[in-house]
C-alpha cells in the first residue's frame, strides 16, 4: 500500500510569513494527525481528524496555527504568522485500528 | 502525567550486542505502547507494539518487555547491526479514550559500531 504523503519535504521562510503543508493520508484510513517535532524532541501531537472532523486540537497553538481535512481525505496545516519557534519538522499521520503511519515530514525553518 | 519518560538518551554498542531502551509512564489509562524507529530525514516508522494484557512480545531481532506494576517497558535489539543505528522514540495512548494520539518519550540515539 501506498504510505503517508507530504509536501513539500523542506521550506525556509521568513517570521511573520505564512507557510501551509498538504498531507495525503493512506487509503481508507479515517483518522489523520499532525505532530510536530523540534529537533532533539519526540513528537508532539497538534491536530487530530477523525474523517473531516475534529477529534482533538487542544495542543494546536489556534493564533497561528489551522488545519482542515476537507472531504475526509487530504488535510492541510497553516501557519500564519510563523515565529522562530515554529521550526520543527511537521509530520503527518494517519491510523486505522491504532497503528499510526507516518509520512516522511516537511522539515520547516524560520529565518 | 501524560509524560512518557525514556532512558538513555543515546547508546553506543558493540555489532552483536543487546542495546536496551527503557520508558516510564505515568498515566494508567494508557493501553497501547508503540516503539517507532527514526532514521535521519525520515518519518518514524512503527517497529513493535504491545497491550498491558501480555508481558513480553517479539518481533525477529525487536522484543518489547513490559512491567504493568512499575508502569515501564523497554526495547530490546538482539544481536544488533550498523543498520539498526536510528533515533528509537517509545510512545503511549489511550484508546480506551478512543483518541488513539500518541504520547511520544524524548528519544533514544543508538549507535552500533561495527
Known amino acids: 500500500e501506498a504510505g503517508v504523503a507530504q509536501s513539500p519535504r523542506y521550506k525556509i521562510i521568513e517570521k511573520r510569513q505564512s507557510v501551509a503543508f498538504w498531507c495525503n493520508p493512506i487509503?481508507?484510513?479515517?483518522?489523520l494527525y499532525w505532530y510536530q517535532q523540534i529537533l532533539g524532541q519526540g513528537p508532539k501531537l497538534l491536530i487530530q481528524?477523525?474523517?473531516?472532523?475534529?477529534?482533538?486540537d487542544s495542543q494546536l497553538p489556534k493564533d497561528r496555527f489551522s488545519a482542515e481535512r476537507l472531504k475526509g481525505v487530504d488535510s492541510t496545516l497553516k501557519i500564519q504568522p510563523a515565529k522562530l519557534e515554529d521550526s520543527a519538522v511537521y509530520l503527518c499521520a494517519s491510523s486505522l485500528g491504532g497503528r499510526s503511519l507516518f509520512g516522511p515530514g516537511t522539515r520547516l525553518t524560520v529565518l | 502525567q501524560q509524560q512518557v519518560k525514556q532512558s538513555p538518551q543515546s547508546l553506543i554498542v558493540q555489532k552483536g550486542g543487546i542495546s536496551i531502551i527503557n520508558c516510564a509512564y505515568e498515566?494508567?489509562?494508557?493501553?497501547?505502547f508503540p516503539w517507532y524507529q527514526q532514521f535521519p530525514g525520515k518519518g518514524p516508522a512503527l517497529l513493535i507494539a504491545i497491550r498491558p494484557d501480555v508481558s513480553e512480545k517479539k518481533e525477529g531481532r525487536f522484543t518489547i518487555s513490559f512491567n504493568k506494576s512499575a508502569k515501564q517497558f523497554s526495547l530490546h535489539i538482539m544481536d544488533s547491526q550498523p543498520g539498526d543505528s536510528a533515533t528509537y522514540f517509545c510512545a503511549a495512548s489511550s484508546f480506551g479514550g478512543n483518541t488513539g494520539k500518541l504520547i511520544f518519550g524524548q528519544g533514544t540515539t543508538l549507535q552500533v559500531k561495527p
Open positions: 481528524f477523525q474523517n473531516n472532523g475534529v477529534v482533538d
Open positions: 487509503s481508507g484510513h479515517a483518522t
Open positions: 498515566n494508567t489509562a494508557f493501553d497501547y
